[in-house]
């Protein structure tokens, strides 16, 4: 299988992209379901980090499939065209501009866009949705987490732990606000012990986050320089 611009090539045919206005239950969209069976290596092993991060799943047939939901603000919106990019033959259209008021009034914009329902997700489902809830999975990191996700969980909600422009300080947050402190705890503990990084929780806004040491910055580094891009590279210490 290979793509060829919105045409999908399986065996001798070829299936068109079917528009984002079609039904999810249009034949077209069944058809083109059908030449796919699984997630690539590289787009498992990303929405492993962006599920630790701000994706979401959701199910529009009672959990048979499941499709994954991203949304980014303005600033990251050449991240949200990069994701976009990375899930291309799952998903139908570009990523979408919505704009809201905030409680001060002003114009808050960002980007989101969701891949198509299809059962190549329901591996995701089985790792982050605990009794219909986001959560995670036994060994989840042990087991899934490799440096690629770890770069794309950093990208997606992590950070400098100073932002103080004159700061020497290179240690990193995970913004785990999502999860609860057990397993903010465990993901903490998992990380120090398959990456052998200095990590430590702290209480954030009434949820707790990840610290990742400065002293192991460099051995972060060097799991994850491959694969943050450089529109993101903003949110690493200088």
């Known amino acids: 299988m290979e793509n060829n611009q919105?045409?999908?090539v399986f065996t001798d045919k070829v299936v068109a992209k079917p528009t984002s206005n079609k039904?999810?239950?249009?034949?077209?969209?069944?058809?083109?379901?059908?030449?796919?069976?699984?997630?690539?290596?590289?787009?498992?092993?990303?929405s492993i980090g962006l599920m630790l991060g701000d994706a979401s799943l959701q199910t529009q047939n009672k959990?048979?499939?499941?499709?994954?939901?991203?949304?980014?603000?303005?600033k990251n919106k050449i991240y949200a065209e990069h994701?976009?990019?990375?899930?291309?033959?799952?998903?139908l259209s570009s990523p979408h501009?919505?704009?809201?008021?905030?409680?001060?009034?002003?114009?808050?914009?960002?980007?989101?866009?969701?891949?198509i329902s299809h059962n190549a997700f329901n591996s995701l489902k089985d790792l982050f949705l605990i009794n219909k809830h986001k959560g995670i999975a036994d060994n989840l990191i042990k087991n899934h987490l490799t440096g690629?996700?770890?770069?794309?969980?950093?990208?997606?909600?992590?950070?400098?732990?100073?932002?103080?422009?004159?700061?020497?300080n290179k240690g990193l947050v995970l913004n785990t606000h999502s999860f609860t402190?057990?397993?903010?705890?465990?993901?903490?503990?998992?990380?120090?012990?398959?990456?052998n990084l200095n990590t430590s929780i702290r209480l954030n806004?009434?949820?707790?986050?990840?610290?990742?040491?400065?002293d192991t910055f460099d051995k972060f580094a060097y799991l994850t320089d491959d694969f943050i891009i450089p529109s993101m590279r903003y949110k690493l210490p200088n």
């Open 63 to 74: 959990g048979r499939t499941y499709r994954m939901k991203f949304e980014w603000g303005d």
């Open 205 to 214: 806004k009434n949820k707790y986050i990840i610290i990742i040491n400065q």
């Open 181 to 195: 402190k057990e397993e903010v705890e465990i993901m903490s503990n998992d990380l120090r012990i398959k990456f």
């Open 83 to 91: 994701v976009h990019a990375l899930f291309d033959e799952w998903v």
């Open 97 to 115: 501009e919505k704009s809201r008021l905030n409680i001060n009034g002003n114009t808050v914009i960002n980007w989101g866009f969701q891949t």
């Open 23 to 46: 039904s999810p239950n249009s034949k077209s969209l069944r058809d083109y379901k059908m030449t796919f069976s699984k997630l690539s290596l590289i787009q498992w092993e990303a």
């Open 148 to 168: 690629r996700g770890l770069a794309y969980w950093f990208m997606d909600d992590g950070g400098k732990l100073d932002y103080n422009k004159n700061s020497s």
């Open 6 to 8: 919105n045409n999908i």
